[in-house]
């Protein structure tokens, strides 16, 4: 069970669960509506916090919202199936990298408040890695098309 205070929701997850649909979206080659990737950015940041609060084993509710932000994806976002598990699937292993990233460069700098919990210093800590999981999208993007580009001439 991972206790979370009620801020992180709104300063962590929510964000997060938005990203991670637009992700989706754009490594699908899908219809971006904004409106459903943010219905679907504030039921999936809610459903996460509440399994986060489910008293299971440490990384079972990591597969559990893996599997919900699947089920957004196919049902609100209209992605099929098998793009959606295999975008769902990449865009969790970027955010994971991304907050790899972060906690290396915490350890790094010494910033070690940062990781002692969920404090609001360490649910402020986490955004970055969010804004780094975004641009990593963005560039994944940019150099597939720019790949289909070279392709076709």
């Known amino acids: 069970m991972l206790q979370q205070p009620l801020y992180s929701l709104f300063i962590r997850l929510i964000p997060e669960t938005f990203i991670v649909m637009y992700?989706?979206?754009?490594?699908?080659k899908s219809y971006v509506n904004l409106k459903n990737i943010f219905i679907s950015g504030i039921?999936?940041?809610?459903?996460?916090?509440?399994?986060?609060?489910?008293?299971?084993?440490?990384?079972?509710?990591?597969i559990l919202s893996i599997m919900l932000i699947i089920v957004l994806a196919i049902r609100l976002n209209n992605i099929e199936i098998h793009k959606a598990i295999t975008a769902s699937l990449t865009s969790v292993i970027l955010l994971f990298i991304s907050d790899m990233m972060l906690v290396v460069f915490y350890n790094a700098i010494?910033?070690?408040?940062?990781?002692?919990?969920?404090?609001?210093v360490s649910v402020l800590a986490g955004v970055p890695s969010l804004v780094l999981f975004y641009f990593t999208v963005k560039i994944i993007i940019y150099v597939?098309?720019?790949?289909?580009?070279?392709?076709?001439d």
């Open 23 to 28: 992700a989706i979206c754009l490594l699908t």
């Open 43 to 62: 039921i999936g940041g809610i459903c996460v916090y509440l399994t986060r609060m489910l008293p299971i084993h440490f990384g079972v509710h990591t």
């Open 110 to 120: 010494n910033f070690t408040s940062a990781l002692s919990g969920q404090t609001l």
């Open 144 to 152: 597939k098309s720019m790949r289909v580009k070279n392709e076709q």
